[in-house]
Every structure is written in C-alpha cells, then in structure tokens.
C-alpha cells in the first residue's frame, strides 16, 4: 500500500524566532543526558542544563500568561503522573531513592509537553524533529567517510566503564574501529556511545516520518546515513520497515534479488575473511555476531545470554522486581540494555507502569486498525516493541517525547478522520 504525506507541511504557521529559539532549548534538555555523549564533554552542565531550562520554560509559563492546557495534555499529564505514582511506590517498596531520577524526569516531561503545545504546536516538532535527526545522520556519515579515507584521525573522548573506550572523530563518535588503509573502518555512534544506539534512535525519527510528512528524501537519507552504525538490530529493523510499509507482488522480485545479493556479500566476506583485512573487519563488525554466541567485536551483547541471567531472578519476583540498585550491584550495567534485565529490575506488573505510554499507543493502534483496516500505526507500534526488546530505552526523555508526538498525530489525524465511538477522540 502506498501511503500519502499524512500532515501537509502548509497547516502550521512558518518558523518563527521564538520557534527556533524553543527548539533549540528543547533539543538542548534532550541530549543533555544518556544515551547521547554531549554530558561527557567537560564544558558540558549535564543535568543541570537540563533543570535550568524547565525553569525558563516555566519563566516563559509566567511572563507569557498564554499556557495552553489542551484535552491532550491534560490526558497526557494524567498517563505521566499515573507513572510518577509507581516510582513513588517503587521507593517505598524497595527503600531504593533512585528512582527520583524517574520522578523528575517525568516532571520535566509534563512541562515539556505543555511548553511545546502551548508555544509551537506538535506539528512544528514533529517535523523539526525529523529535520535535526537527517542533518545529523548525514554529517555524521560524512564524518564516517572522512575517517574512511584517513582525513581525520581518532581522538580519545571517554571510557564507558565496560572496558570500551568511546573517540570521537570531530563529526561523529565510534566505540569500536580498526585500521584499514590510510583510514579507520569505524562503527558510527553520532552524539551517542554506540553504533547501536544512533540506529535505534533513526528508527524512532523513520517511523515518526512515516507516520506524518511521509517525505521520501529524509527517509533516504536515515537509511543510507544509518548504515554504517554496523547495528544488526538496524539492519534487522530497516527489514521489517521494508516489509512492513513496502513489501508488494511488485516488488517480489527485488525483494529477491537483494536477500541474494546479500547472502553473496556474506559468504564472499566469510570467504576471504583470513586473506582480506577489510573482509576480517567487516566479518567481526557483522557477521560473527550474528552466529549463536554473538562472538563479534562488541562482546557482551548477546541477548540470550542476558536472558538466560535474569530467569532465576524474574522466577523470585515476577510481580514487582528487586528494584534498580540490586539490579546494578548484582547483575550489572550489561542487563539495563535487556528487556528481562528490566523485568529483573520493575516486575511484569512494574514493566506494564513503564511502558504504560507506549501500551496506550499501542492500544489505541490496534483499535484504528480493526475497526477501520488503517494498519499503518500498528506496523509502526509492532516495529518499536520489537526493538524495545533489544533496547528497552522507553523512558528516556527524547523517546518518550517521540511516542507522545505518535500518540498526537494518532487522536488528532487519524482518530478525528474516522471518528472513532470506542475511545473519545482528544482534542
């Protein structure tokens, strides 16, 4: 099915100054923690540039007097402090104060939310959004083939405290590269510590595009651009897009053509693994990490693994976990990045209050695509939960803001469109 732009870009208002200058502070409370690497440079503020700002959001509350208090906020207030209540309990019930970080990250979503509806509209984020994340894929791809071609050389950033050391080549960042040539072959990280993480995010930003502007030129670009993050749960993902929102009869034949192509490119490499240092580069990047034990050059990420670690754990305390600290001090950092190392740490009953935002969107998709045969928000929510599963990063303040920006576009474009009688449509 061909899927036509679903917002046309002439609805809002052109960008204003005080638009960009909203913009630019609310990118800046975004990437100003985990997983993105600006906190790591030492001129950075870190969480405190992330306080300073709510508290000029809030300023601008307050000089302005034009604060927009929609249905959607209100119903998105009332989700987030349904989750706030968890933490809270989860802090009685564990003795652990470590989830004040969730509390006030929460806190600072509530008035993110109301700060961009009231002063830019989700529109403009939206798409803003999907501009930001294209420029930078496409300088960070140029910073890959700089590396490439020997132009810029590597420079000590940080250490993850895994035994990885992340550099960073000036365009973009890399935890892992090897010497090829004159250059380096590099595992394109972007503003995050890991290859992996930069593809999961440019999932995110194609699935917003496609579910908004639809434009055809920035999902090139996130495709191509994300290709070097050498992230089989990348590769895995563009896939099932593949599948999900282009798969036809017609196209059965280069469908075809490219998994031979590719089966070619794979034995060629394993081929000349042992004669070829490029092939042996792109073998342990790729290849080997695809086999049982996930052998590759990012040892440790081997899912099943962590699996089969968190099983005795999640059997003693299926309903509310053993809470973040014993997680840490237990299990390790490693389980964070496992969807049962989360189940480990909240519960199946606390997994469904972390996940409560996406659940609703989730929810709400399926019940447009039964009662209307309008698949394109369930494609979108089943290609998220499968990455949830290999990075359950749900909470984090961009993703979170992204699911919300989906949840929108669902109850104010498609929801209104079909009139929807089960679930209130929110204004």
């Not at 409370?29 to 440079?41: H, Q, R, W």
């Not at 564990?94 to 109301?114: A, D």
């Not at 496609?210 to 994300?226: D, F, P, Q």
């Not at 609703?360 to 089943?382: D, Y």
Request: net charge positive.
């Amino acid at each position: 099915m061909k899927y036509q732009n679903r917002i046309n870009i002439n609805s809002f208002s052109p960008f204003s100054f005080k638009n960009y200058l909203h913009l630019f502070l609310i990118f800046a409370a975004v990437t100003a923690s985990g997983p993105f690497v600006l906190k790591e440079f030492s001129w950075h503020p870190g969480k405190a540039l992330v306080i300073s700002i709510l508290v000029i959001f809030l300023f601008i509350f307050v000089i302005r007097r034009n604060v927009v208090f929609s249905k959607f906020s209100i119903y998105v207030s009332c989700l987030i402090f349904v989750q706030i209540l968890y933490f809270i309990t989860k802090n009685m019930y564990h003795f652990q104060y470590s989830y004040f970080n969730n509390i006030l990250l929460f806190v600072g979503l509530i008035i993110t939310i109301i700060f961009i509806i009231s002063f830019m509209g989700f529109e403009k984020f939206i798409y803003s959004n999907i501009i930001f994340f294209s420029l930078l894929s496409l300088i960070c791809f140029l910073g890959f083939l700089l590396a490439l071609f020997g132009k810029i050389e590597p420079q000590y950033f940080f250490d993850r405290g895994n035994g990885e050391t992340v550099y960073h080549f000036y365009l973009t960042t890399a935890n892992t590269l090897f010497p090829v040539g004159g250059g380096y072959i590099i595992k394109m990280a972007g503003i995050f510590t890991e290859g992996g993480t930069m593809g999961f995010y440019i999932i995110h930003i194609l699935l917003l595009n496609k579910l908004s502007y639809n434009n055809k030129n920035y999902e090139r670009i996130l495709l191509v651009a994300g290709l070097p993050t050498f992230s089989i749960a990348f590769y895995t993902s563009v896939f099932i897009y593949y599948i999900l929102f282009y798969f036809n009869r017609s196209s059965l034949k280069f469908f075809l053509f490219s998994s031979g192509l590719l089966v070619l490119s794979f034995y060629l490499i394993g081929y000349y693994n042992d004669t070829n240092s490029t092939a042996s580069y792109i073998n342990a990047f790729i290849i080997e990490r695809i086999g049982p034990n996930g052998t590759g050059v990012t040892g440790g990420g081997n899912r099943a693994e962590l699996l089969s670690g968190s099983l005795p754990y999640i059997a003693e305390r299926p309903l509310l976990g053993y809470g973040y600290k014993y997680l840490m001090t237990t299990l390790g950092t490693a389980y964070q990045a496992s969807i049962a190392g989360q189940v480990v740490m909240h519960g199946f009953l606390g997994i469904v209050f972390v996940f409560l935002h996406f659940i609703i969107l989730a929810i709400r998709s399926f019940q447009l695509a039964i009662l209307n045969g309008n698949f394109l928000f369930l494609k979108a929510s089943c290609l998220m939960a499968i990455n949830y599963i290999q990075r359950p990063y749900i909470s984090s303040y961009y993703i979170y803001l992204i699911i919300i920006s989906m949840l929108y576009l669902l109850t104010h474009y498609y929801e209104k469109k079909y009139r929807l009688i089960k679930m209130p449509a929110i204004n």
